[in-house]
Structures are given as C-alpha cells and as structure tokens.
C-alpha cells in the first residue's frame, strides 16, 4: 500500500480511532493514524496518515481548518455539545428578545486573535490523563487559555427547532487547536443565553477539501488498487514546503544519515523556511530537514531513504 495520506469523509456515530481501526483492516497496514481527531458525534474531513506518512502528521495537526457548524441557543450542557447533560437552561421569553441581527453582531466579535479555553471533555491531558476521562469522573479540569485565531466567522440562518430552542448555522475557518464547541459555547455567554453545539461538520483540513473526502462505505467496497490511487503521495501533501531535488551525493548522505551542509541546501532551495522536502528525480520524498541553530548544517526531520 502506497505511504501518503488518504481523506476520508468520517461519519456520524463514530470515532476518529474507530475510523482509524477500520481502515487498517480494509487497507491491511499496520501503521495508520489520523491527523487530527473529530468527535464522534462529528462528520467530515479526516485525514489518514497511512504507513510511513506517520511521520509528517505534524505538518497537518496544527493546520487550518473549515467548519460548518449547527448552534442552539437557550441551553448549556457539560461537553459544550449534544452528547452532554443540560446543566443552564434560559427561560424562553429571553430567547425570544434574540434576533438574527444580534446574532450577527456577536458572532463577528469572534474574528481575529484571541484565546480560549478548551471543554472539559476534550482530548487535552492533565497530569498525563486525557481531560475526558477526568471529568467523567467528576474532575472538571479547565486548562489555561490557548491562542487560536479566527480567519473567518458567518452566522446563518435563524430557525426554530421542534424542540423549541432556536438554532443557527456558522461557517468557520480557523487555525488548528480552535475547539468550535468552545466557540459555541462562548458565543451563548456572550448573548446572554447559553448555546451548544449541535452539529458540525469539517469541510477543510489544511489543503484538503471534504469535497475530495472518500465515504467509509465506500472505501469498504473498493479494491486496494483503486485504494492505493486515491493516497496522496508524501512530497504531494507537503507541496507547501519549499523542495530540492537531489543528486546521488546528496541522496547518498540522507541514506547514511550524513550531514546536508547549509550552503549546499540553501543554493538548491533558495529559501529559508524552517522545513525543506528533498526529493529524488521520480518526486519521491527522501527527506524533511530543518537547519541546525548553529546556522552551518541541516539536520533530518524525518527521513524516508533507505
């Protein structure tokens, strides 16, 4: 099977480890993991990371991400989401005093740099503990703020639910690290209200666009050829880092883990962006280096030549 990563469309119901777990007996690899985990109750982008591109997940983690998210107004629950117990509940002629306007204006409040501080139930560790598990045993953990930024935020579409609490879509593109459960429940105390979040799906993870996203169904009646087609390759999902293709002395340093000299790699890359793909002359990731602070070599992010 191909190293590279493959974008699946991560259904309801099912967590980003369950998709994870799945994929490795379809796919029949050993080493697999996610860039990035969705909550189960979630849909969307997720980004598998098969075989030895494992080892660039870091480049995606903290990349950009696109949401459409579904907000109701007038109650608060424990994990800021529909999976958690109601703990506030607004009296409904308060609700009724909130229109799309004011909706509006808060939520452009939330565009920028800001800090926030993540859900109680999240994935974040205290003590080597995941935050999740603390609080479903009735340890509330709240970590320090952390910055996020906001590259953009639009409210749509106020309507009522059957339920009777009055529900909004949001459109987001945020850096990685943002939790829109937090951002949906801050947006509720800002309107004075309270809000969950009941609904989400992400539509971008970094480059990648739900629209080139691969349903889980599917994937399970393919064959591994047609599979192993739709893996983008390792140098093509790190197109972002600027590249060098080497000749046989430099591919015969990465081999033996030799040293790349700084001026060799800044004459063929012209740039001094802290990561730098070096390729062979098929395209085929040899290496991801970064220059040593000494300013006189490079040293190997990770290396794939062998």
Known sequence: MKDGILVV????????????????????????????????????????????????????????????????????????????????????????????????????????????????????????????????QGKMIQKPPRPVEIYKIRAEKLEQTSGGLPVFDLDVACSGGTYIRSLAYDIGRRLGCGAHLSGLCRTRSSHFRIEDAIDLPCLETMERSDINSRIVSMSDCLYFLPVIEADDEMAGKIKFGQKLSFDQVRSESGDSAPYIRVVDVNGTLLAVVQPETSGRSYKYCCVFSS
């Open 9 to 136: 469309n991560k259904p309801e119901g099912l967590s980003s480890a369950g998709v994870v777990g799945r994929l490795k007996r379809i796919l029949g690899v050993k080493k697999i993991g996610h860039t990035g985990t969705l909550d189960p109750f979630a849909t969307g982008v997720l980004l598998i990371a098969v075989q030895k591109a494992t080892r660039i997940s870091r480049f995606f983690l903290d990349g950009s991400k696109t949401y459409h998210a579904r907000i109701t107004l007038g109650a608060e629950t424990d994990t800021y989401d529909c999976t958690g117990k109601v703990t506030a509940q607004v009296d409904p002629s308060l609700l009724a005093e909130i229109n799309f306007d004011t909706i509006q204006q808060v939520v452009s409040g939330f565009f920028g740099a800001q800090e926030q501080v993540a859900p109680a139930y999240s994935a974040l560790k205290h003590k080597g503990q995941p935050l999740y598990k603390l609080a479903r």
